[in-house]
T-cell receptor, first 117, second 115 residues
Framework: KAGVTQTPRYLIKTRGQQVTLSCSPISGHRSVSWYQQTPGQGLQFLFEYFSETQRNKGNFPGRFSGRQFSNSRSEMNVSTLELGDSALYLC????????????????FGSGTQLSVL | GDSVTQMEGPVTLSEEAFLTINCTYTATGYPSLFWYVQYPGEGLQLLLKATKADDKGSNKGFEATYRKETTSFHLEKGSVQVSDSAVYFCALRRDRGSTLGRLYFGRGTQLTVWP
């Protein structure tokens, strides 16, 4: 079973540009979450999508947006890039089933390393 | 709000030494707790988890016990190997509502094991 696939692996952009990152979840998973990892702030939750709807959102400015397609693949977009957006962006997939008690686990991709110059 | 505090390190040990990485949390209700490991150039891998008080998670010789009275979930291993060198993250999840896809992470602890 293929794992979570993120593309591209590396990206270099300049300030003011916009960027789109892609994430393909594990087959059968309907939830995709996005995280930003930086040395200064650590791992921070961006948002979660389930069945093409945003279900949860972290505390990031509106420049950060996402969407999910009917096949559960997800993209995140960052507009008007700033130097501080340089980070490793990780996506995680899970079944997304809201049932308690839960055995839900998140499976992470290898990430997209974004450098903003 | 919900948060995780873990020992920041770096931690440097000799092979076969005993490992402890401390993790404490703040959360309302009864969160699930996790340890993830990140090897260089890779994403996070789930190492172990515990979903209720007094549960012990274990995997690959690593163990952690969910202690509600001390709000802790310390990671331990009796004898580390060079291959355990990685960054370890403690995390919590609020198991209610629509929050199952959101984890709160600690800052990570870099572990280096020397032969």
């Amino acid at each position: 079973k293929a794992g979570v696939t993120q593309t591209p692996r590396y990206l270099i952009k300049t300030r003011g540009q916009q960027v789109t990152l892609s994430c393909s979840p594990i087959s059968g998973h309907r939830s995709v979450s996005w995280y930003q990892q930086t040395p200064g702030q650590g791992l921070q939750f961006l948002f979660e999508y389930f069945s093409e709807t945003q279900r949860n959102k972290g505390n990031f400015p509106g420049r950060f947006s996402g969407r999910q397609f009917s096949n559960s693949r997800s993209e995140m977009n960052v507009s008007t890039l700033e130097l501080g957006d340089s980070a490793l962006y990780l996506c995680a997939s899970s079944s997304g089933i809201l049932q308690l008690p839960t055995n839900e686990k998140l499976f992470f991709g290898s990430g997209t390393q974004l450098s903003v110059l | 709000g919900d948060s995780v505090t873990q020992m920041e390190g770096p931690v440097t040990l000799s092979e076969e030494a005993f490992l402890t990485i401390n993790c404490t949390y703040t959360a309302t209700g009864y969160p699930s707790l996790f340890w993830y490991v990140q090897y260089p150039g890779e994403g996070l891998q789930l190492l172990l988890k515990a979903t209720k008080a007094d549960d012990k998670g274990s995997n690959k010789g690593f163990e952690a016990t969910y202690r509600k009275e001390t709000t802790s979930f310390h990671l331990e291993k009796g004898s580390v190997q060079v291959s355990d060198s990685a960054v370890y993250f403690c995390a919590l999840r609020r198991d209610r509502g629509s929050t199952l896809g959101r984890l709160y992470f600690g800052r990570g602890t870099q572990l280096t094991v020397w032969p």
